[in-house]
T-cell receptor
């Protein structure tokens, strides 16, 4: 099992640019979660999907953030335009059902200058 | 609303000493409980989980945790800490079909 795959692992971009983070969940998992981790705020749930459908996006900080899951094996988190305060590590996780154990990807470290 | 409290932000123990990391939760239903570990620069790795049954659960890397319903606690323990255990530890709670709620984490440092 390859685990949850995220790309890129590191992203450095300038303020105002569009950033797209990608996630491939574990095959067969039907729930997918996007988290953001910072020193100040810890681990925050941004949005989660069940069976490719967004269930709760109340954690998405602003309209600049959007997430899609076009099929069961792929999801994207987009920030447009990016700002320095978006700098964080973004994690994707998947699970068989919403509250059973989640499996995390290695994360994408985003730096916005 | 459900919540998880990890009272200790940072703990330092000597290598070979025993360890206990505290976790208290608030949840209306019978919860599922988890401990995760995050090494620097890595994602979160599941250490152990409790769904039902025996309240003492064993996990990977020699860790165990005990569910105490009367105290709403799920403390993580290890009898003898190794330097490689230095990491951030997260307790999480969930039930049904809702996302897990994570605590803010406890950072463990191990000294020689």
């Amino acid at each position: 099992d390859a685990g949850v795959i995220q790309s890129p692992r590191h992203e450095v971009t300038e303020m105002g640019q569009e950033v797209t983070l990608r996630c491939k969940p574990i095959s067969g998992h039907n729930s997918l979660f996007w988290y953001r981790q910072t020193m100040m705020r810890g681990l925050e749930l941004l949005i989660y999907f069940n069976n490719n459908v967004p269930i709760d996006d109340s954690g998405m900080p602003e309209d600049r953030f959007s997430a899609k899951m076009p099929n069961a094996s792929f999801s994207t988190l987009k920030i447009q335009p990016s700002e320095p305060r978006d700098s964080a590590v973004y994690f994707c996780a998947s699970s068989l059902e919403g509250a059973q154990e989640q499996y995390f990807g290695p994360g994408t470290r985003l730096t916005v200058t | 609303a459900q919540s998880v409290t990890q009272p200790d932000i940072h703990i330092t123990v000597s290598e070979g000493a025993s360890l206990e990391l505290r976790c208290n939760y608030s949840y209306g239903a019978t919860p599922y409980l988890f401990w995760y570990v995050q090494s620097p620069g890595q994602g979160l790795q599941l250490l152990l989980k409790y769904f039902s049954g025996d309240t003492l659960v064993q996990g990977i890397k020699g860790f165990e945790a005990e569910f105490k319903r009367s105290q709403s606690s799920f403390n993580l323990r290890k009898p003898s800490v190794h330097w490689s255990d230095a990491a951030e530890y997260f307790c999480a709670v969930g039930a049904g079909n809702t996302p897990l709620v994570f605590g803010k984490g406890t950072r463990l440092s191990v000294i020689a």
